[in-house]
Nanobody, 117 residues
Framework: QLQASGGGLVQAGGSLRLSCAASGSIISINIMDWYRQAPGKQREWVAGISRSGSTYYADSVKGRFTISRDNAKNTMYLQMNSLKPEDTAVYYC?????????????WGQGTQVTVSS
């Protein structure tokens, strides 16, 4: 139901843009979030965006990452600039989705982001 893409290998200071596309019998999508999990660490919340476009960021990415969404395409984005080696992680998208069967919470499969120093 959620497909994340856009990860890759980039040098420190570089940029990447992640996408998360929702598919299926979707009536509407409420809050959408990005999380990440580095090797040996717990999954952490990175950023979130409401259906109306209100955005929220973890302090560690504030000013460097920008979350956005296109409700017509049921897609969320994460523009990541000034990347640091500590941003290396698998990035996951999460969404509260209203489908025909009722409200659901979905996770994407994750996309690897590697930042080299």
């Amino acid at each position: 139901q959620l497909q994340a893409s856009g990860g890759g290998l980039v040098q420190a200071g570089g940029s990447l843009r992640l996408s998360c596309a929702a598919s299926g019998s979707i009536i509407s999508i409420n809050i959408m979030d990005w999380y990440r999990q580095a090797p040996g660490k717990q999954r952490e919340w990175v950023a979130g965006i409401s259906r109306s476009g209100s955005t929220y960021y973890a302090d560690s990415v504030k000013g460097r990452f920008t979350i956005s969404r296109d409700n017509a395409k049921n897609t969320m984005y994460l523009q990541m600039n000034s990347l640091k080696p500590e941003d290396t992680a698998v990035y996951y998208c999460n969404a509260d989705v209203l489908v025909v069967g009722g409200p659901r919470n979905y996770w994407g499969q994750g996309t690897q982001v590697t930042v080299s120093s």
